[in-house]
T-cell receptor, first 112, second 107 residues
């Protein structure tokens, strides 16, 4: 069973479009994250939600809007896509009793 | 701001040739140092958590150690399947990652 899943795996779109990435975890964790990994492999945190509430927002442009309909899901909507948004986006989750983060397989976003 | 620096950037090893990866960090209040393995096209996979200087953890051919300023990931007698990018991260209220060390083990 996949612990943290993301869809789609690949996303190719043009500048100016709006797109969404979905994430689901079946681990029963309360906290979920979105990370961006650029071409230099740096993983940088974007957002964190705990039980549907935003707890971390790392100065991400407001074109990025996360939404958590329930604690098992955390989606990422991106408006007016720019070339610099091209990256791999990872979703992750963490349990309350452990600080180990479980990552999804990633969504490779390419903006042309 | 938290800083995590990993070295070397890339490491090419012959099968059986042991080596070490370095992770040096500055963080205001360390609440754990984490090692992850990332294979191409996949998400990072958790390996170890270390919480205090002097702590060591082992898993198969990997051993992680921690001092007050750095952590080492020792790979003993590596095999080709140990080829991956190894990421180090420190935690205060969030995880801050280093850029990783890409290890290639040739048979």
């Amino acid at each position: 069973d996949t612990a943290v899943s993301q869809t789609p795996k690949y996303l190719v779109t043009q500048m100016g479009n709006d797109k969404s990435i979905k994430c689901e975890q079946n681990l029963g964790h309360d906290t979920m994250y979105w990370y961006k990994q650029d071409s230099k492999k740096f993983l940088k945190i974007m957002f964190s939600y705990n039980n549907k509430e935003l707890i971390i927002n790392e100065t991400v442009p407001n074109r990025f809007s996360p939404k958590s309909p329930d604690k098992a899901h955390l989606n990422l909507h991106i408006n007016s896509l720019e070339l610099g948004d091209s990256a791999v986006y990872f979703c992750a989750s963490i349990g309350d009793s452990s600080y180990e983060q479980y990552f999804g397989p990633g969504t490779r976003l390419t903006v042309t | 701001e938290d800083q995590v620096t990993q070295s070397p950037e890339a490491l090419r090893l012959q099968e059986g040739e042991s080596s070490s990866l370095n992770c040096s960090y500055t963080v205001s209040g360390l609440r754990g140092l984490f090692w992850y393995r990332q294979d191409p096209g996949k998400g990072p996979e958790f390996l170890f958590t270390l919480y205090s200087a002097g702590e060591e953890k082992e898993k198969e051919r990997l051993k992680a150690t921690l001092t007050k300023k750095e952590s080492f990931l020792h790979i003993t007698a590596p095999k080709p399947e140990d080829s991956a990018t190894y990421l180090c991260a420190v935690r205060d209220y969030k995880l801050s990652f280093g850029a990783g060390t890409t290890v290639t083990v040739r048979a």
